[in-house]
């Protein structure tokens, strides 16, 4: 059996419904990033936070490529072209997708980013790109005390389908990732991210 087939049959045994999926999957890369011998590179900018990110993400087989078009003083785009589980991500991005997007917050929080920086994961951005954003927490006191899984109320989210590919955005500009009004994309941070 490989990796493909035992991460199929994972998917499966965390239920039908898609929240509940990607709060198993969000702890799950929590769990992950906890046991990772990750270095230790204290966050105390931004910067700090992007280049723990590129190589955590390196060292596991994203190809990741900072989008420096796309960033500003307070937030960062970071352009994953490869994912290990490519395939089964576009039929159950809940879950994979969670368990990526949990490792990289437990990553970034290990290293002193919990109270300075918020990770989101964008999903199929492209058909071959997901995209993280990194952004500053300064001014958002609020939203620190959310739980995961919920979001602020107005951002865009993405309901999951099982059995579907995950939607595209065919381009992806910092515009479009932040006000995305496709009825499909309404719900991405629902599962993806805070």
């Not at 493909?4 to 198993?24: I, M, N, T, W």
């Not at 596991?60 to 989008?67: T, V």
């Not at 969670?98 to 990553?107: P, S, T």
Request: hydrophobic share 35%; aromatic share 4%.
């Amino acid at each position: 059996m490989g990796y493909q087939e035992l991460a199929q049959v994972l998917a499966d045994q965390l239920g039908s419904d898609p929240r509940r999926r990607s709060e198993a999957a969000i702890a799950a890369g929590r769990a992950w990033g906890s046991k990772l011998e990750a270095a230790d590179q204290p966050i105390e900018t931004l910067e700090d936070a992007k280049d723990l990110t590129v190589t955590l993400m390196s060292e596991l087989g994203f190809a990741p490529e900072r989008d420096q078009a796309g960033e500003t003083e307070e937030s960062a785009l970071i352009r994953m072209t490869a994912c290990p589980l490519r395939e089964l991500a576009r039929t159950h991005s809940e879950v994979v997708c969670g368990v990526h997007l949990g490792l990289m917050r437990e990553v970034l929080d290990r290293n002193g980013g919990r109270e300075s920086v918020a990770v989101r994961l964008h999903p199929f951005v492209e058909p071959e790109l997901c995209v993280a954003r990194l952004e500053l927490l300064q001014g958002r006191a609020g939203e620190a005390g959310r739980e995961e899984g919920q979001a602020e109320p107005g951002e865009p989210r993405l309901a999951p389908s099982p059995g579907r590919t995950a939607p595209q955005l065919r381009t992806a500009t910092e515009p479009q990732l932040r006000a995305a009004t496709d009825p499909q994309l309404r719900n991405t941070d629902a599962y993806f991210g805070q």
